[in-house]
T-cell receptor, first 114, second 115 residues
Framework: TQLLEQSPQFLSIQEGENLTVYCNSS?????LQWYRQEPGEGPVLLVT?????EVKKLKRLTFQFGDARKDSSLHITAAQPGDTGLYLC??????????????FGKGTKLSVIP | GAVVSQHPSRVICKSGTSVKIECRSL??????MFWYRQFPKQSLMLMAT?????????EQGVEKDKFLINHASLTLSTLTVTSAHPEDSSFYIC???????????FGQGTRLTVV
């Protein structure tokens, strides 16, 4: 099992502040995905990064995949109370035999205080 | 985006009974589906990988006789928690793998409470 270390585990910030969530591993992934999960619901995919060094932006969210495809970060600019939720990173690995494996980080519980 | 429907969303059952949870891919075929368990304030833990037409692959520590998985069609996988106990109470989530671009889509989750 490839470990995916996600930090911080909990984050409470004031509205308008910036924040960064990190996802690190010693393993190389085919891609890395970021999800957001609301209480009592399933995770919703935010973005998939595939290429080493890739940067994707989704409004105030910026996702980056490390050059070696072992780590990723999520940066939120000017956080809003609506950004509150559990953010999960997940590393995807595929084998030559066609198997697919998605390994989740432990998640970051973000609270944005108005 | 693709839709995965999980049913029921909430279920309360008595200790010793069995509960079946369904996971359906509504607009694509999924040869592979995954079942996760999530404890409060924790991440998703993979329980098993469900393959259409063959036996499921269970993760270490997951009892296959307790968590029965059936993937009889390309759009439906079921997880049956047999002889449920209070410690089985948890949030169970499925995901279906769309083979076109190898992307997984998640169901809404099922909150199981065993009393």
């Amino acid at each position: 099992t490839q470990l995916l270390e996600q930090s911080p585990q909990f984050l409470s910030i004031q509205e308008g502040e910036n924040l960064t969530v990190y996802c690190n591993s010693s393993s190389v992934f085919s891609s890395l995905q970021w999800y957001r999960q609301e209480p009592g619901e399933g995770p919703v995919l935010l973005v998939t990064v595939v290429t080493g060094g890739e940067v994707k932006k989704l409004k105030r969210l910026t996702f980056q995949f490390g050059d070696a495809r072992k780590d990723s970060s999520l940066h939120i600019t000017a956080a809003q109370p609506g950004d509150t939720g559990l953010y999960l990173c997940a590393g995807e690995r595929r084998s030559g035999a066609g198997s697919y494996q998605l390994t989740f980080g432990k998640g970051t519980k973000l609270s944005v205080i108005p | 985006g693709a839709v995965v429907s999980q049913h029921p969303s909430r279920v309360i059952c008595k200790s010793g009974t069995s509960v079946k949870i369904e996971c359906r891919s509504l607009d694509f075929q999924a040869t592979t589906m995954f079942w996760y368990r999530q404890f409060p304030k924790q991440s998703l833990m993979l329980m098993a990988t469900s393959n259409e037409g063959s036996k499921a692959t269970y993760e270490q520590g997951v009892e296959k006789d307790k968590f029965l998985i059936n993937h009889a069609s390309l759009t439906l996988s079921t997880l049956t928690v047999t002889s449920a106990h209070p410690e089985d109470s948890s949030f169970y989530i499925c995901s279906a793998l769309r083979t076109v671009n190898t992307e997984a889509f998640f169901g809404q989750g099922t909150r199981l409470t065993v009393v």
